[in-house]
């Protein structure tokens, strides 16, 4: 089936430790999202590509970078992660981007514990 | 800012209908209501969405006022496994506008 994976599933790290999380989809959309979701809490958008295209939201730290070196994969990195980092972080495709109909599809995240 | 309001919490019985509010009182003429669903530990799926008039899938009715200001999302038959936090997003059309923002959603209980 055509999906949207995240691996790994559980990543722990240190604090200041550089890591990197991935996401892969078999669904050939255009468009890829990272969203960041702390515990009770919503999730928030921090970036996506549309195709090549960066789009970086206005108060996304400058710890968090992307890379999405083809269209099936997108990459997170976390520069020096904070203990206020700890996060499930959610990987989303949609087809073309914009036009208000372009359904988003998650993968099931990955739970990033900062010791 | 989400620019939506929905109750925090509601429950319901398996086998009833479970009908979550939403209110979105300053959506403009081109913008969407979308619905995802939240289950614990797993990322949100897509439920439904519409513009004015209501709409039906196989997972929900979503049934839109007339004004558009509200509308509630309705699971016909609701089971266990539909417990969840259910997220109602106002969404534009254009580029940039069409962002997901998740405001804080509402928690459904379905009990036996």
């Known amino acids: 089936d055509a999906m949207v994976i995240q691996n790994p599933r559980y990543q722990v790290t240190q604090f200041g430790k550089p890591v990197t999380l991935s996401c892969s989809q078999t669904?050939?959309?255009?468009?890829m999202y990272w969203y960041q979701q702390k515990s009770s809490q919503a999730p928030k958008l921090l970036f996506h590509y549309y195709d090549k295209d960066f789009n970086n939201e206005a108060d996304t730290p400058d710890n968090f970078q992307s890379r999405r070196p083809n269209t099936s994969f997108c990459f997170l990195d976390i520069r020096s992660p904070g203990l206020g980092d700890a996060a499930m972080y959610l990987c989303?495709?949609?087809?073309?981007?914009?036009?208000?109909?372009?359904?988003?599809?998650f993968g099931p995240g990955t739970r990033l514990t900062v010791l | 800012d989400a620019k939506t309001t929905q109750p925090p919490s509601m429950d319901c019985a398996e086998g009833r209908a479970a009908n979550l509010p939403c209110n979105h009182s300053t959506i403009s003429g081109n913008e969407y209501v979308y619905w995802y669903r939240q289950i614990h530990s797993q990322g949100p799926q897509y439920i439904i969405h519409g513009l004015k008039n209501n709409e039906t899938n196989e997972m929900a009715s979503l049934i839109i006022t007339e004004d558009r200001k509200s509308s509630t999302l309705i699971l016909p038959h609701a089971t266990l496994r539909d417990t969840a936090v259910y997220y109602c997003?106002?969404?534009?059309?254009?580029?940039?506008?069409?962002?997901?923002?998740f405001g804080t959603g509402t928690r459904l209980q379905v009990f036996p």
């Open positions: 669904l050939n959309h255009n468009v």
């Open positions: 989303a495709t949609s087809r073309e981007g914009g036009g208000g109909t372009d359904t988003q599809y």
């Open positions: 997003i106002v969404r534009g059309r254009s580029y940039n506008t069409d962002k997901l923002i």
